[in-house]
């Protein structure tokens, strides 16, 4: 566990400014997004889950049955 948050700070020191994830939430610091992750609450959790599927559905990370089925999922959680 510790080398998976060694890594993911790492990767956070080497992201440019203004970095935007899942073209949906931007952060113009490294500090403001390791701000996000330390204060991550369950909310965030569900709007990351919500646009990381959004994210890979535009970019076409699924087959045509699996985009269905997210799709109509993203439509009932959006209810």
């Avoid at 970095?19 to 931007?26: E, I």
């Avoid at 609450?41 to 959004?54: F, W």
């Avoid at 076409?60 to 985009?67: K, M």
């Amino acid at each position: 566990m510790e080398d998976l948050t060694n890594e993911i700070k790492n990767q956070i020191n080497h992201l440019s400014p203004e970095t935007v994830l899942f073209d949906a939430f931007q952060f113009n610091t490294n500090e403001d997004l390791e701000y996000f992750i330390l204060n991550f609450t369950k909310e965030d959790a569900n709007n990351c889950i919500i646009q990381s599927l959004v994210a890979a559905y535009k970019r076409g990370a699924f087959t045509l049955v699996e985009s269905e089925i997210i799709s109509k999922s993203l439509r009932m959680l959006d209810k």
